[in-house]
């Protein structure tokens, strides 16, 4: 491995530029959501496609975490990471031309793969060029926390951009900063490689994409296509068969994109189911609280972005305060609190009703902001700890894609459970009204796939009747999946009580030993998994 260390200076503005590819990553992850209702009546979508614009993103960024990096290690690290930076901007514009849902999703998910690339290519070029260890810390730490910085300011900007220049500039943003970063970059990175023989596992990237992809799919389209029609049905069958395929390919696998061995710890088997669930709750709700703040209580996209403070920022002091307390504790107690809290603040989501004011709801969303902090973080430290150290670039790579995958599924199933609701109710609660059978048949026709900006569709004198009788249906689904989501944290501190012990990571790395090497050697730290 070549040499990248360079003077304090040059090594400054590499880490800053490195930065600014991570902030936009992340930054993607949460910017889009207050841009969805703009995005809905524009383009004409239903509550489905705006599913597959979260998904999109981050389905193939979740599912190529792994092999990215291995990809930066065997073709070179500067190379990879250019290419995404490049690739990244370059589809960003796409998303900002798109005038289509088709386009626009063509354009996310060349994002979400261009995105699975940079995250953890910055952090080995990050490490790299930092060889002291103390110098390597303090600059991971700058790293982790631009990505959360990207995530809690993703809301805000968002709403900002959108009131004053159109969805479409939530994506242009991207392109001077990727123009700049990559010229930047070009002449400051230098090439490395990692000296450990890697092989890409391309048959177990495909076996795991097409998992996540098909059971994805069937949450997604159950609603519109039928939840008993053949293509649901063989999406749910397919995404078991290629499970069971992924695991078989890699147990014989000799170097596994994902190391069966990891999973005989009950701790990193405990580690990734509170890690899946703390970001399946966090963006359910995140979704859904987006549509009800814009499409119900009609706010604008600032509006609405400034009442996500209550969230996010919680999110971003606490995730430090987290990771401290594990590591004095222990993580099986934060765990346990943080799930806790998780679900206080979603139950505590379903009092909202139309209308319902920031008083009723902020200290819920603050609740889930601490909560997922005290999950997320912790569980990674357990994680971390229950492997040796050369493993531990690996282990952090497998916590993130569950946090992400976590994410896919918890847009997927808020959505449909909400969109299941919707159709279900409408027609109980338009019956109950004094307009026509006719004229409620044509409601529930233009408002069944969760699209309520189509209520300007039927004449003006009975726009205000009918969204007075679906609102509260609409509203009513939104808690069935808060219910959800918060019984879901409520099982990932179980699980954590049942099964991490009290002790601190350094005494679980001492206890634990998981016998396949798949370590990478400049990787001894975790990623901004904790933050995304």
Known sequence: MSDTTAP?????????????????????????????????????TDIT???????????????????????????????????????????????????????????????????????PVSLALVSAAYTAPADRAKAIGIWA????IALSTGPVLGGVLVDHY???????????????????L??????NRSPRKRRLDLVGQLLFITTIAALAYGLIEGNSRGWTSGIILGSFAGSVVTLLLFVLWELRHPDPMLPMGFFRSPIVVVAGIVNFLSLFGLFAAI????????????????????????????IMIASFAASIVAAKVGPRLPIAIGSALSAGGLFGLTVLEVGSGFGSYWWSLALLGVGVSFTGAPATVALLGSVPAEQA?????????????????GVALAGALLLRHLRDGMPDALAGTDLPAQTQAKAVELLGDGDLSRVAALPPQIRGTV??????????????????????????????????????????????????????DDLPVETAGQHS
């Not at 589809?91 to 289509?100: E, F, R, T």
Request: some cysteine; proline content about 2%; hydrophobic content about 50%.
């Open 393 to 409: 670039g690996t282990a952090s790579g497998v916590s993130n894609t569950f946090r992400q995958v976590g994410t896919v599924f």
């Open 145 to 148: 926390g631009v990505g959360g």
């Open 186 to 191: 070009a002449k400051l990175l230098t090439e």
């Open 166 to 184: 159109g969805w479409q500039s939530i994506f242009w943003v991207n392109a001077p900063v990727g123009v700049i970063a990559t010229v930047v």
């Open 287 to 314: 979704f859904l609280l987006t549509l009800y703040l814009q499409s119900i209580n009609q706010l604008s996209s600032i509006e609405t972005g400034v009442r996500f403070l209550a969230l996010t920022v919680p």
């Open 467 to 520: 969204m007075e009788a679906v609102s509260p249906v609409y509203v009513e689904g939104m808690h069935i999946a808060m219910e959800i989501a918060g019984a879901g944290a409520l099982i990932g501190g179980l699980f954590a009580l049942i099964f991490l012990k009290g002790r601190r990571p350094a005494d679980q790395a001492e206890a634990s030993a998981v016998d396949h090497d798949h370590g990478q």
């Open 8 to 44: 304090g200076q040059r090594k400054g503005l590499l880490l800053a530029f490195l930065c600014f590819g991570v902030f936009m990553v992340y930054l993607d992850a949460t910017i889009v959501n207050v841009a969805l209702p703009d995005i809905q009546e524009d383009l004409s």
């Open 49 to 119: 496609q705006l599913q597959w614009i979260i998904d999109a993103y981050t389905l193939t960024f979740a599912c190529l975490l792994l092999t990215s990096g291995t990809l930066g290690d065997i073709l070179g690290r500067k190379k990879i990471f250019l290419a995404g930076l490049i690739g990244f901007t370059l589809s960003s514009v796409i998303c900002a031309l798109s005038d289509s849902i088709g386009a626009l999703l063509l354009g996310r998910t060349l994002q979400g793969v261009c995105g699975s690339i940079m995250i």
